[in-house]
Antibody, heavy 120, light 106 residues
Framework: EVQLVESGGGLVQPGGSLRLSCAAS????????MSWVRQVPGRGLEWVAN????????YYVDSVKGRFTISRDNAKNSLYLQMNSLRVDDTAVYYC?????????????WGQGTLVTVSS | DIQMTQSPSSLSASVGDRVTITCRAS??????LNWYQQKPGGAPRLLIY???TLQSGVPSRFSGSGSGTYFALTISSLRPEDFATYYC?????????FGGGTRVEI
């Protein structure tokens, strides 16, 4: 069974940092692109970043470029999102999602999400 | 960046109704379009990818159509468990943009 379990969310002050983790199981993690998607409570979905299995390609939404860093450890079947210089508008539930092997992206498995609250 | 515009933003329907949700892309995206369903408190669920291919395990009452800039998600006969919010998402190029969502309610 495919499982994605996020952790690391919490309350942080503006300008602070947080590192999210996503533990993957039940599939060949090292073969898949992986994505982070966020959702402000009560609002729509926003794709944040994705990463090729070998780390050779990485993409970000403009609003997080230079502040967030996606990374992965294939030996540990884990995906990460390092979030620096956090802003109030980064407050959201952050989902880890399994992306493609090849071809166009689609997110066929999602974690339960972890809430990040940026507030003073 | 590609903009995805869904309509309507919400709709009221009854069990058994045929429901169609549309999604327009700001530029041609071929068939690089996915549809998701999200219920309150839950993670999104992939329904359709590549505009018209049904994801494994998704009931056949869901169907997708379109290419280029205009796409549609149709539920042929609405069931109680289909009341949810639906999102389109382009997979043509990064950033991978979602539509604003369509809430289907009673």
């Amino acid at each position: 069974e495919v499982q994605l379990v996020e952790s690391g969310g919490g309350l942080v002050q503006p300008g602070g940092s947080l590192r999210l983790s996503c533990a993957a199981s039940g599939f060949a993690f090292s073969s898949y692109w992986m994505s982070w998607v966020r959702q402000v409570p009560g609002r729509g979905l926003e794709w944040v970043a994705n990463m090729r299995p070998d780390g050779g390609e990485i993409y970000y939404v403009d609003s997080v470029k230079g502040r967030f860093t996606i990374s992965r450890d294939n030996a540990k079947n884990s995906l990460y999102l390092q979030m620096n210089s956090l802003r109030v508008d980064d407050t959201a539930v952050y989902y880890c999602a399994r992306d493609k092997i090849v071809g166009p992206s689609n997110f066929d498995y999602w974690g339960q999400g972890t809430l990040v609250t940026v507030s003073s | 960046d590609i903009q995805m515009t869904q309509s309507p933003s919400s709709l009221s329907a009854s069990v058994g109704d045929r429901v169609t949700i549309t999604c327009r892309a700001s530029q041609s995206i071929s068939n690089y379009l996915n549809w998701y369903q999200q219920k309150p408190g839950g993670a999104p669920r992939l329904l359709i990818y590549a505009a018209s291919t049904l994801q494994s395990g998704v009931p056949s009452r869901f169907s997708g159509s379109g290419s280029g800039t205009y796409f549609a998600l149709t539920i042929s006969s609405l069931r109680p468990e289909d009341f949810a919010t639906y999102y389109c998402q382009e997979s043509y190029k990064a950033p991978l943009t979602f539509g604003g969502g369509t809430r289907v309610e009673i």
